[in-house]
């Protein structure tokens, strides 16, 4: 099966911005509910932001006002705009369903890391 690919991740200071990328397997459309998890160190991988198949987005609101999750169906991509980034922002980010039903298996996801 494939995966999703996931890119876009780097080393930035607070404040900083980085654009995270994923080409989804199959076809994207298929995803009703896409979304960006994030693992930070010694945690859970959780989503920090969703978005529907008509373009409705979902944040934590850790991360409101600061991500824009977002998706190109013809290019079978998803986005994910960071600004503001803050240390607590680190982590290895992956996307995936965010839907249970609907998960494929992970990919290698993207790393984060936000440091002065």
């Known amino acids: 099966q494939e995966l999703p690919v996931e890119s876009g991740g780097g080393l930035v200071l607070p404040g900083g911005s980085l654009n995270l990328s994923c080409v989804m397997p199959g076809n994207i459309a298929s995803f009703n509910l896409l979304g960006w998890y994030r693992r930070a160190p010694g945690e859970e991988r959780t989503v920090v932001a969703a978005?529907?198949?008509?373009?409705?987005?979902h944040y934590v609101d850790s991360v409101k006002g600061r991500f824009t999750i977002s998706r190109d169906d013809a290019k079978n991509t998803a986005y994910l705009q960071m600004n503001s980034l803050k240390p607590e922002d680190t982590g290895v980010y992956y996307c995936n369903s965010a839907t249970r039903a609907g998960l494929v298996n992970w990919g290698q996801g993207t790393q984060v890391t936000i440091s002065p």
């Open positions: 978005i529907t198949s008509t373009g409705s987005a």
